[in-house]
């Protein structure tokens, strides 16, 4: 067991008038299990390029650990896995390496096959078999789960479990709750270690929240009594100023001195009464702090004319002489969300551009209902480039409705003017899902949304799929979403 110092870490990239991290500091054991959580583009990557030596920065981080990052960058993808692996780790025991590849429920057959002919999921899991045999290291575990169906998550959340000596970014909350024993999070103003599961910090997180929302309510109250206090006292400060000059010809005599003292003492008092409310706002200031902006989405849907809208019948799909599905059947009704799980090469992205009217070789019936409108989210954001009114006129959307969802997903106006090729993976998919949400559309498809989005953005998108309950094909390997919002579920 060792220790890993950041002490007083400032860091922002060049060019950039905002720090990423401001004096941060804290300790990491080496012995944890820590899942790294945060909003997308809050610096979770950046925080690992740092412990990995890839940019200067203000301060230290004092480790006697070496870093490792998952996924290892692969140089020659057509090589033999074993190839690849002795790159990763010249000195190893096999013997290790079968044993870890079996606690990943992988075969030595995978070891003789070209790395680029393997699934996304065995390439993930052969990875951390090699990574996790390197001694002394501490390993930095970014996002493996994107590339994994809901099996190979539970299979990898167990073999995780089992180990220790990590960081884990992920946005999977069933994932980290299984094997992570303390939780990094990034929040909107520090950074904070708490000892747990994602729920037990979700739960903490919520606790203080709501206490944060009591006081600012109190607080609020407070502040309206006293600018109605002040505004009394100089009311009346007003009308003692103009008593002592605003009286002509009177019978009696004035004294003004003993006005304008009087008046200069209630002027004071206003003063002070002013000076506690602006206290007394920035003291609110100081209140939450932490609280993320999760307001609720909106989503109009089209009313179809007809109750069902898509059917498939016993169809079976095929990519050369591969077939990738067969004799699938179901319908899509209007208010269904329907889940197509299976695991991976198993069809269901096929199915969903199929749905699409993309150009697919197949057999078997579809049938779609005339002039229905489908809004499709894709896995893929590498399209993705040029500024966002651009992106919006491209696809006919309202581009005040579609920047207001994105800023509800926790996008910062800045963002708005940089090109979407310089965003985050998370930030990637939230423009497509945002551009999705402002189609008008008789049915939405979409083809696992949530890679790379935050937690907090996904409950943001299970409350809005819930409140609104539109119709849905999806695909999704976030066990929790799928639990949570599938009326029905298609097995392939």
């Known amino acids: 067991m060792s220790l890993i110092h950041v002490k007083n870490l400032t860091f922002a990239y060049e060019g950039s008038y905002d720090n990423i991290f401001d004096n941060v500091s804290f300790q990491i054991d080496t012995d944890w299990k820590l899942g790294f959580t945060g909003r997308n583009g809050r610096g979770k990557t950046t925080f690992l390029n740092l412990l990995l030596g890839k940019y200067e920065f203000e301060e230290t981080i004092h480790a006697n650990v070496d870093f490792d990052y998952f996924p290892f960058p692969v140089r020659n993808r057509s090589s033999n896995t074993l190839d690849v692996i002795d790159e990763i780790l010249p000195d190893y025991e096999y013997w290790q390496l079968s044993r870890e ?27 951390l078999a090699a990574l996790f045999l390197k001694e002394n290291s501490f390993l930095l575990i970014d996002e493996p789960t994107n590339h994994l169906d809901l099996n190979g998550r539970q299979i990898v959340s167990d073999y995780l479990k089992a180990k220790k000596g990590f960081i884990l970014v992920s946005h999977d909350r069933a994932f980290l709750d299984n094997c992570v024993d303390h939780i990094l999070s990034i929040n909107k103003t520090n950074i904070e270690i708490q000892r747990g599961t994602f729920s037990d910090w979700w739960d903490n997180k919520q606790r203080q929240d709501n206490f944060e929302l009591a006081e600012n309510d109190k607080l609020k109250k407070d502040i309206k009594r006293l600018s109605d206090a002040a505004k009394r006292t100089g009311k009346w400060s007003d009308e003692v100023e103009k ?11 004035v004294d003004r001195g003993y006005i304008g003292h009087k008046a200069a003492k209630m002027m004071k008092r206003s003063k002070s009464m002013e000076r506690r409310q602006q206290e007394a706002i920035d003291e609110k200031s100081k209140l939450l702090k932490n609280i993320e902006s999760s307001e609720h989405l909106k989503l109009a849907q089209l009313a179809y004319h007809k109750s069902r ?27 269904d969300r329907i889940a197509l799980i299976g695991a991976n090469g198993s069809g269901k992205s096929s199915i969903l551009k199929l749905v699409c009217g993309e150009q697919i070789d197949y057999e078997g019936a579809v049938r779609t209902g005339s002039q229905l409108k489908i809004s499709y989210v894709s896995q893929d954001t590498s399209h993705l480039r040029g500024n966002l009114t651009d992106y919006a006129r491209s696809f006919g959307i309202d581009e005040s409705l579609f920047k207001s969802i994105l800023r509800k997903l926790d996008f910062a106006r800045v963002q708005f003017d940089k090109d979407i ?44 799929l819930l409140e609104h309950s539109p119709t849905l094909l999806f695909v999704e390997h976030d066990r929790e979403f799928c639990d949570n919002i599938a009326t029905q579920v298609v097995r392939l």
Not at 101 to 122: C, H, I, Q, V, W
Not at 243 to 253: L, P, Q, V, Y
């Open 101 to 127: 590849l079996s606690l990943l429920k992988m075969t030595d057959d995978a070891l003789y096959r070209p790395f680029d002919s393997l699934s996304n999921g065995e390439q993930t899991k052969v990875l």
């Open 243 to 253: 008593s002592k000059t605003g009286i002509k010809n009177a019978d009696f005599f």
């Open 309 to 335: 809208l898509v059917e498939l019948d016993r169809v079976s799909i095929r990519y050369g002489d591969r077939r990738v599905c067969e004799d699938v059947s179901f319908a899509v009704e209007q208010g």
């Open 421 to 464: 090729s310089a965003y985050s993976g998370g930030q990637k998919k939230k423009v497509l899902i945002a551009r999705s949400l402002s189609e008008q559309a008789h049915l939405h498809v979409w083809d696992e949304p949530l890679n790379f989005v935050d937690v907090i953005s996904r409950m943001q998108i299970e409350e809005l």
